[in-house]
Structure formats: C-alpha cells, structure tokens
C-alpha cells in the first residue's frame, strides 16, 4: 500500500502539517533522545560522578516537566471565564490538595504518593494521546463506527499491555534514588501476556482496516496513524526495551508528552488570546523560570530529602492538580466555543 502525496496533503491537521508533525508526533523522539542521553553520561559517569540518573532527570524536569505543568496556569486561572466558573477548584481545592500532601508526606506514606502519582501520571499520558486521535478523526470526519470501536479497543488495549507488562510479575523495590525504594504493585504475569496477545489480535484486525479503507474508500486517516504508530512505538521501547531505572523510564514516557502539550497550550494561547502580545513567549518564558524553580528543589528533595522533601510537596501537588484538571478544561462537549477555536486554523 502506498499513499499518495495528494492524500498525504489531503489531511486535515489541528494546526497545520508542519506545526502537528513537530509538536504532537516528531516529539516522539524525545524518547530516543533521553535514552541516549543517559547512556553518554551512565558511559562517562567519571565526570559526574555517577549521578547520571539524577543529571538525565533534571535536564528533563527543568526543560521540559515543570514548565508544562506551569503552563496549565494559564488555562484555569488566567482564563477569566474558566476560573470564574470553576473558583472554587482553583483556590480551595488546589488549596486542600496541597494540604493533603503536607499530612500525607508527614505522616509517611511518601511511598504511596509516588506510586499513585506513577499510575495516574500513566493513565494521563495515555489519555492525552487518546485526546489527539480523537481531535484527528474529528479533524478528518473518521466517524465510521467500526473504526471508532476499533480505534478505541487497540489503542487502550495496546497501551495497558505495554503498562501492565512493567508491572508482571512478583513485585519488587523499585529504586526511585538512594535511599528511596518503593514496591510498586504487580499483576500476574497470565494477565499481561493475555493483554498483549489481545493486542497483537486487535492490531492485525486495525491494520486490516486501513488497508480495506486505503482501496475502498481511497482515504484513510494520517495523522491519527501517525500518533497513533508513535504511542505504541515509544510505549513498547520505554517498557518491553529499556530497562532503566525508574527515574529515566519516567523521563522516557513523559518527555514527548510534555512537548506534546506545549504545542497544543501554545495553540491554546494564541488561539484565545488573540490580541494578548507576544502571550506564548510570555507563559514560555515563565514556564522555564517556574521548571528551574521546581526543578532544583525537586532534585534537592531527591538527593537530600528531609525539610526539603516538605518544600517540594505544593509542586508535586501541582503536578496531581495538572493530572485532574487537564481531564476536564480540555473536553470540548462542555466548551463548543473552545473547539471553534482550536480548530480555526487546521488545515
């Protein structure tokens, strides 16, 4: 099967070809960046003196974790309306939120909160990647009910199996960095290799389809290939290739998705704040003071703990916040308006 550079052209994209390809899917690479990254370092660790796991992890966390989650600021409390609609939320819940962290971090379930920040932090990587295909069949009126279900099973069946098979098995401490392990909880083994084989089923059927779709009806949907090709791809390195410690797998998973949405913020941004001068490059710039911040106590946290595991605690709720929030200001059905907007330009 080969496509044409018509239909290639033919597409239709949230922005544009250009922007989408480096944004929400040549950001993929990142992956592959990180992972050499660290092995330079883990190889010329002489230098470092061995922390190339925690250098790997702050270049990415400064650069590129924080400042996304800062970024999300500008969606719920500098958008007037949004936070006029959700103020509570915004204040005395975020206010809770981090209240809960001070009480859970004291009272030492530390190990809790880093499991669950994990899972959840998984789950909203997943979902913000289910996001854009589906922006991408809307996009490309991909509404065929067959490959809505279709779609849907492979992707979410494909992206557990990679998840779950990180997690086969008798559990065992995980090294988050000296002196911190944690147990992370573990599936049997049956159940990941079940899911994978459903998988493996799904994908041949969803292949098929798109050949069926590719000399039937002489279209088939690019850009949600694309994405969807990419998750896989890097999803299957990070948990069936790379066995790295636990912080670089999750530098691994989350550096294209943090690319990913400041693309999609910086639309947001320019989209909504038309008349708001040089708006991106200032939330950009405020996003990278924010992640140096952040970062360097985070690391500190890390390599010191202590006092300064409490003065990361309202940043790692920040990011738990950006994990819920991101689940409902984004969902078009409640904010038609919004989807005018974010879609004006594609083409």
């Keep these: 099967m080969t496509i044409s550079t018509t239909q290639y052209n033919r597409c239709q994209w949230i922005v544009s070809k250009e922007y989408d390809l480096f944004f929400f899917i040549g950001s993929s690479a990142l992956t592959f960046i990180f992972f050499g990254l660290y092995q330079l370092l883990k190889m010329n660790d002489v230098l470092l003196h061995g922390e190339s796991i925690l250098l790997t992890y702050f270049i990415f966390t400064v650069l590129l974790d924080h400042p996304h989650i800062f970024q999300t600021f500008s969606r719920t409390h500098y958008d007037g309306q949004e936070y006029k609609k959700r103020r509570l939320l915004y204040t005395w819940g975020l206010g809770l939120l981090i209240l809960d962290g001070f009480i859970l971090t004291l009272a030492g379930y530390e190990h809790e909160l880093i499991i669950f920040a994990a899972v959840f932090g998984s789950w909203h990587i997943i979902r913000q990647h289910w996001g854009f295909i589906r922006a991408y069949k809307l996009r490309n009126h991909d509404y065929h009910q067959w490959d809505n279900r279709l779609d849907f099973s492979t992707f979410f069946v494909g992206m557990f199996a990679c998840f779950f098979h990180d997690y086969s098995g008798v559990s065992e401490a995980e090294l988050i960095y000296e002196p911190l392990w944690v147990v992370f909880p ?45 998750a896989f791809m890097t999803h299957y390195f990070i948990f069936f290739v790379a066995a790295v410690p636990f912080l670089i797998a999750e530098v691994l998973e989350t550096a294209f998705h943090n690319v990913q949405y400041q693309g999609w913020i910086m639309h947001y941004q320019k989209s909504h704040y038309p008349d708001k001068k040089n708006i991106v490059i200032k939330w950009l710039l405020a996003s990278l003071l924010y992640g140096i911040i952040a970062g360097i106590i985070e690391i500190a946290s890390l390599y010191y703990s202590g006092i300064m595991t409490l003065l990361f605690v309202p ?31 594609g083409n």
């Design 315 to 345: 940043f790692s709720m920040f990011v738990l916040f950006h994990y819920y929030v991101d689940g409902v200001v984004w969902k078009f059905k409640h904010y038609p308006e919004l989807k005018q907007e974010m879609f004006r330009q």
């Design 186 to 230: 573990g599936v049997p083994e049956w159940f990941s290799q079940l899911l994978w084989n459903i998988f493996l089923i799904l994908l041949v059927i969803f292949i098929l389809r798109q050949i069926y779709r590719y000399y039937v009806d002489k279209q088939i949907n690019i850009p949600k290939l694309l994405l969807m090709s990419v």
